[in-house]
DNA sequence: GCCGATTATTAGGAGTCCTAACCAATGGCC
DNA sequence: GGCCATTGGTTAGGACTCCTAATAATCGGC
């Protein structure tokens, strides 16, 4: 018999997140037009409204574009009002974006998107989920390591983070910040006082959060 | 105390999913400029390649895009001698898209691209790959539900797919069409041999899936 | 044999996304 | 103090994406 290899696995669970990535581009597509959005358009949004101001290059990095691409796309949504470009006062070649009253208003309305993506988890069991989100987080993990995407304030990442500091359930990790345990449900992509690791600790960290199936 | 509640749990799950599509985008992107083709383009590539030949608004519907997308990108697909269309002789208003020779060389080289999304699961140990992948059809299942998306072949929408037919591990589901026992790693999203459920059968099914974390 | 439904294309328009070239400010460095 | 490579952003130009609305051709039923 032939049971099938690791590679052939692999392969199967890499076409499963292209076909999700496909319907989270259309859902994206969807949403943004409702509001007369281009999708580039409302991802600038959704990134200033979460997490405040930023520079171009900044934006560039998160989404995974080259900068001329986002001031393509700021030029649309200065013209609309939602948001102002400023000089930084500590760098002139600085650009700082923020929204406008405007633009928050309408990146709330924004805000469901993802949510739209995360509905399709409804009928899985809480165990489930919280197994998926640690599972999830490891892959943004390894793929921030290599480059693809640039993630700035996920537990994974950050200096404060202890992964399974604790040895048993419900909690096993830790953060040294709010010096409390963590569970893999309270894992977050974007805390607002994330410090970075540096990449060697980086790669150090990632074998560990392989462990611990339910 | 206040512990996340599942909406948060959720809701985390949704931003993970979307910044790993996020990384999907930008890795087909790469992946398509190597050979100089457009994301689009690339995914049509890809399609035929897998699939074979069909019509356009097959391709449409799969890649979930309106049928003049299709029809653009085809024009510069055909212009360089990757595909050719043909009118299909049962139906002389349906078009046949077929690769040609040159086409099936290029999407074979372009085959790596989800290759390079699964390599971000490299470090999770195989329990957690094959709870994954289960989790994942089931995501992308309830996405076809909803009609986010339409994918035409795999086992959780396949008739012939008895999902937890057997009571232990590590075969669970049972393929009425092979008559064979199916372990979650051999969980197929394209099967040749796929016979579609009807959307009731769809619903009714999709809850008992949600079963069974290892 | 006509009419509504289906299938694909054309037209037109805003946006995406890249590379290359450019400009301006910064922060050493001598 | 003045040079200059680096950094942050914008402009220019070009191919492609993706939509809606309108058009053309064919199919199937009646």
Avoid: N
């Avoid at 949403?31 to 405040?52: D, F, H, K, N, Y």
């Avoid at 989100?133 to 537990?155: N, P, S």
């Amino acid at each position: 018999m032939a049971p099938p290899d690791g590679d052939d696995l692999d392969a199967r669970i890499g076409a499963a997140l292209a076909r999700i990535s496909l319907a989270a581009r259309h859902l994206l597509q969807r949403s943004a037009s409702t509001v007369q959005l281009s999708p580039m358009q409302a991802l600038i949004l959704e990134r200033l409204a979460r997490q405040g101001p930023a520079g171009v290059g900044d934006l560039a990095a998160t989404l995974a574009v080259r900068p001329p691409t986002v001031s393509d796309s700021l030029d649309a949504l200065e013209r609309r009002g939602l948001l102002r470009r400023t000089t930084d006062d500590e760098d002139a070649r600085r650009v700082v974006v923020r929204l406008t009253v405007r633009g928050r208003r309408l990146a709330a309305e924004l805000a469901l998107w993802p949510d739209l993506l995360a509905g399709a988890v409804s009928r899985l069991s809480r165990a489930d989920r919280e197994a998926l989100l640690r599972v999830l987080l490891t892959i943004v993990a390894e793929l921030v390591a290599r480059g693809v995407v640039y993630e700035a304030r996920m537990c994974t990442t950050c200096d404060y983070f202890r992964p399974f500091a604790h040895r048993g359930w419900p909690a096993p990790h830790h953060c040294a910040l709010l010096d409390a345990p963590l569970a893999d449900a309270a894992l977050r992509l974007d805390c607002p006082d994330h410090r970075p690791l540096d990449r060697d600790g980086l790669v150090r960290r990632l074998p560990v959060l392989q462990q611990g199936a339910p």
